[in-house]
């Protein structure tokens, strides 16, 4: 399964980011040259400290950060591995008609809902085992974050890719992405304030239970729901 490239390279970032986006570089490096290949583990943190020459913090930041981008993916327990899955269209010119036109936030929520109910709708009838385990996998590890914020941010968005996967319509799972992109742009910055993450996760199970049991009105209506409470919540994060 793959994620859209949600951290762009135009952020100014701050010193500890600089750090981080070397780390983005060198791994991204390794896989344009062929180094590794789509669902080959790459080397440890432990390895790529040694590679880079900076601390493990700022291995593990980078490679939540290529997690988002879609270029990898984390696997608790596992290791990280080259994301294997189908092509990404790229979010920089969403990002750059929202920055021009002002895109609001009722109007993305809007968006989300339109696309993601039916999606969910569509992934409870098609879905594969395989895309099952994937969505079951990221709920899993937003269980993990709850006391991290950021990894959890990171996870929500890795499920919502993984319903979009599950749809069976690349160009829809596609989209899915190029909006996610958008949204981990203006959540990552607020993500922090939120202080119980576990209902939120509690919400993200129910739906991969619907869609585990086919149950795509079900599916439907919970993608609804939840998506109506991420936007109660995100105002309440950052109300301007």
Known sequence: MTLNRI????????????VNE???????????R???????RLPTERELVREIGVSRTSVRAGLQALAAKGLVVIRHGS????????PLLDSEPLSLLAALHGFTRTQM?????????SIARMAAERRTAEQLAAISDAVSGMFSACEDPQAFLVEDIRFHAAVGAASGNP????????????????????????RDLRPVAEMHWRICQA?????????AHLMG???MQAETDQQAEDPD
Do not use: N, W
């Not at 070397?22 to 344009?32: E, S, T």
């Not at 062929?34 to 669902?39: A, L, N, S, V, Y």
């Not at 290791?79 to 189908?86: I, K, R």
């Not at 929520?109 to 109910?117: G, I, N």
């Open 225 to 227: 729901e939840h998506l």
């Open 7 to 18: 951290v762009r390279d135009h952020i100014r970032p701050t010193d500890d980011i600089t």
């Open 171 to 194: 160009i829809l799972a596609s989209v899915v992405e190029m909006i996610s992109a958008l949204f981990y742009e203006q959540r990552r910055q607020t993500a922090d304030r939120r």
């Open 34 to 40: 062929g180094q590794f290949k789509p669902g080959q």
């Open 79 to 86: 290791g990280t591995f080259v994301a294997d899955g189908p």
């Open 109 to 117: 929520f809007e968006a989300r809902r339109t696309l993601e109910v």
């Open 211 to 219: 869609i585990r049991d086919r149950e795509a009105g079900r599916a």
């Open 22 to 32: 070397q780390v983005v570089r060198h791994v991204r490096d390794l896989i344009v």
